[in-house]
């Protein structure tokens, strides 16, 4: 019987991964390695300003005199950061102002990962930007959301366009010195989504940056920067895939976000990098620095992730909650199947009166997996009345994979309410069954369960997204019945 | 429609079916009674192929198929339901969901379209009302906080939709009380169509009261020991089991001793 089961848990286990094609493009990379001369390199073919340039430089210094980390429960082997190509560009006419000018090739690409590019081919009323490697290859919706004052473009070009915004802004709530990997983005980051909601806006439509990377060898350090003026409001969402390769890759974005008062941010991420294969071989290595500030009184930053790809997760989305009255929100779902680590979780610091935070982080491990949940919540001494409430779930397909949490709880207000739930289960071969002899397969029966189990959180996804972060979580485990 | 023939099977080496034979006609009711440790519970499980037995000799032919050879997924399918002695809670999956992936499971094996949603919801609603389900229990997550008489009610909530062929009804009246028990009795009657066979697996009488037999067999260590109409539960219900056991154990050892 035992065998049977691990059989069984074998088999469901090995899903494919259905984004891992290479596209056949002209690139243009830079030598691998990462010395001075490369950051400058960077900066000077993005055509960057002077104090890009320095704000560069300056991270690139620091980074020297820093180590890796190694708190997390990941075992990395040693990365070497001389062998990464630090940028990587598809080679197109420059700034392409209409899909005309944009190459073939990468209108494919988007279009076999479900993100067309043609404006008219999107039925929600989602706005993209595509990042393909190093670059934003376009940004859809552009004029239409120009037209209410909402600013949504490349990095690259925010720089050039909207230098004041983007240096009153940048590094303010992931500072240059943050960490290993936020400082190495803040040397070497290429391409990334900028977004500006004005006051009392309500943004009409779903925003969205798609990841790609498809140069081997390269690493992708994309930096996103989202500020929520006044009483405005916006919903974000963002998509990661990568090509199949036997060698890992790294990824170590930066996100950061703005929120003044009255307004509210939705951030979601459906993470589906590549995971590697079923023996641990390849993937994706995400080094992920988020952090929101609610910065302004009644300000809400809510943080959603479907996170099952990738062959090491690091990765803390967290909220500063300084605004009196503000929320911090941490929904997540992290999947590790096969060889895939996982250590995620959140931060959420209360330093205004008030203050609320609520955390739900649901992992599932399968094969050999681990998942780690690792979250903060930290009570400042003025922090009047500040609530918190989490709650940490682990189910277990199998006994050969792990669920570890390591919950941080530091209270310096009296008056504060701070709730810690957790739970361990396992998808018992009885649930299985009783499916089973109602006539649904294994493999279907799981996906009713993992699905129920992490419906809570997909439900904060935005409707679109939910249908295919669902499926998505089934392709994840398929093959993996405990 | 399902006939078994001389089934030997183990649980963990130990044998606990010792070669039981059984044929049962399209709308017929059989019973099947016996003390605990009989075997009652692990034939549901051979039946619907749970894989805690392991059957080592005999045949089970269902519909002309030889059923030890389909999975349970299969089995059910093609029309065999197994009311759970202790249904299982499935938190996070609600009965609609649930119920509707089994009913397009059973239509796409049966090359049908899958139902359209307010098909499914009328069906839903007309099943309700026949086993008097209350209709906030469908609106939860399978059998999660039911109490064990909703528990016992959904199962056959879950039997009247999914229509099968050959029901087989394990314990199906432990822990009701009696208002439960004639409800629970009175769906099955409902739901059953005269061709639909029914396997009733029960220690007690009371069930038969409702669900009324064609055919009493007595289980008692691993085979059929007696076969009779209904009048052989009323008689066990007076006697218990101890006669039995005993003209078993003759039976027995007359045989062994033949056999030196």
């Known amino acids: ?112 990962l479900g993100i067309p590019l043609e404006e008219q081919k999107h039925l929600t009323g989602v706005a993209v930007d595509a990042v393909m490697d190093s670059i934003s290859v376009k940004t859809t919706f552009r004029e239409t959301l120009a037209e209410m004052g909402i600013i949504f473009c490349s990095f690259s070009e925010a720089v050039r366009e909207h230098p004041t915004l983007v240096q009153k802004y940048l590094a303010s709530v992931v500072p240059y010195t943050d960490n290993f990997f936020a400082t190495l983005n803040s040397a070497v980051f290429s391409d990334g989504s900028f977004c500006y909601i004005p006051k009392g806006v309500r943004c009409p439509m779903e925003l969205s940056t798609y990841f790609r990377i498809n140069t081997s060898n390269t690493g992708q350090f994309e930096r996103t920067l989202l500020i929520a003026d006044e009483e405005s409001y916006v919903s974000y969402l963002e998509g990661c895939t990568a090509p199949m390769r036997d060698e890992n890759q790294l990824h170590a974005a930066v996100v950061e976000i703005i929120a003044e008062r009255g307004a509210e941010v939705k951030y979601s991420t459906v993470q589906n990098w590549y995971p590697g294969d079923k023996n641990g071989k390849g993937g994706i290595y995400n080094f992920v620095t988020k952090r929101g500030i609610c910065k302004g009184d009644d300000s809400k930053i809510s943080w959603t992730q479907v996170e099952t790809g990738s062959a090491v997760t690091w990765k803390y989305p967290s909220c500063i909650l300084r605004g009196n009255n503000s929320t911090g929100e941490f929904y997540s779902v992290a999947v590790t199947n096969n060889y895939q680590q996982a250590d995620t979780g959140t931060k959420m610091i209360h330093i205004g009166k008030n203050t609320k935070s609520t955390i739900v982080s649901k992992g599932i491990s399968a094969g050999f997996g681990q998942n780690s949940y690792r979250g903060l919540v930290k009570v400042l001494g003025k922090a009047e009345g500040a609530r918190n409430f989490s709650q940490c779930d682990s189910l277990l397909l199998g006994d050969k994979c792990g669920a570890h949490t390591f919950p941080y709880i530091e209270v310096d207000n009296p008056t504060a309410i701070v709730e810690h739930e957790a739970t361990t289960s396992r998808i018992g071969e009885d649930q299985i069954f009783y499916c089973n002899q109602r006539g649904i397969s294994t493999e279907d029966a799981i996906g009713l369960i993992v699905n129920g189990y992490a419906r809570e959180v997909i439900n904060k996804l935005p409707m679109e997204f939910a249908v295919e972060a669902q499926k998505l979580l089934q392709i994840s485990l398929e093959g993996s019945v405990g | 429609m399902l006939q078994i023939n001389e089934l030997r099977a183990a649980i963990d ?94 239509r796409k094996h049966r090359g049908l379209d899958p139902l359209s949603a307010s098909e499914f919801l009328r069906q839903m609603r007309e099943k309700k009302e026949l086993v008097e389900i209350d209709s906030a229990l469908t609106n939860r997550s399978v ?118």
């Open chain 1, 1 to 112: 019987m035992e065998k049977d089961q691990d059989k069984v848990l074998t088999e469901v286990t090995s899903g494919e991964y259905k984004y891992g094609f290479v596209t056949d493009i002209e690139t243009e990379v830079i030598p691998k390695g990462l010395t001075e001369d490369v950051v400058r390199l960077i900066s000077a073919k993005k055509e960057e300003p002077e104090w890009m340039l320095e704000f560069r430089l300056k991270a690139f210094r620091h980074w020297l005199t820093m180590k890796m980390p190694t708190w997390a429960h990941l075992t990395i082997p040693e990365i070497d950061f001389q062998e990464i190509i630090y940028y990587a560009a598809p080679v197109q006419k420059k700034g392409p102002d209409s899909l005309s000018d944009v190459d073939p090739e990468l209108l494919k690409t988007f279009d076999k």
């Open chain 2, 13 to 106: 080496d130990k044998e606990i079916l010792k070669g039981l034979t059984l044929e049962v006609k399209p709308g017929e009711i059989h019973a099947i009674m016996g003390p605990n440790g009989s075997g009652k519970s692990t034939l549901a499980n051979v039946l619907t192929g749970r894989d805690i037995a392991t059957v080592t000799h005999g045949s089970i032919i269902f519909e002309g198929r030889n059923l030890l050879e389909m999975s349970p997924e299969e089995r059910a399918r093609e029309g065999i339901f197994l009311s759970f002695q202790y249904p299982i809670e499935i938190p996070g999956v609600s009965m609609v969901n649930f119920m509707k992936t089994a009913i397009n499971e059973q």
């Open chain 2, 143 to 260: 059998n999660e906080g039911f109490s064990g008489g909703e528990k016992k009610k959904n199962e056959i909530f879950q039997m009247a939709m999914l229509e099968p062929r050959l029901a087989v009804l394990d314990e199906t009246d432990s822990g009701l009380d009696i208002d439960a028990l004639r409800i629970v009795a009175n769906g099955v009657n409902k739901i059953r169509r005269p061709d639909t066979s029914v396997i009733v697996i029960t220690h007690y009488q009371r069930l038969l009261e409702y669900i009324i037999p064609d055919y009493v067999h007595v289980l008692y260590d691993g085979r059929i020991v007696r076969s009779a109409g209904p009048e052989l539960a009323l008689e066990l219900e007076e006697r218990g089991y101890d006669w039995i056991r005993k003209e078993a154990d003759i039976t027995e050892e007359s045989w062994t001793t033949d056999q030196k």
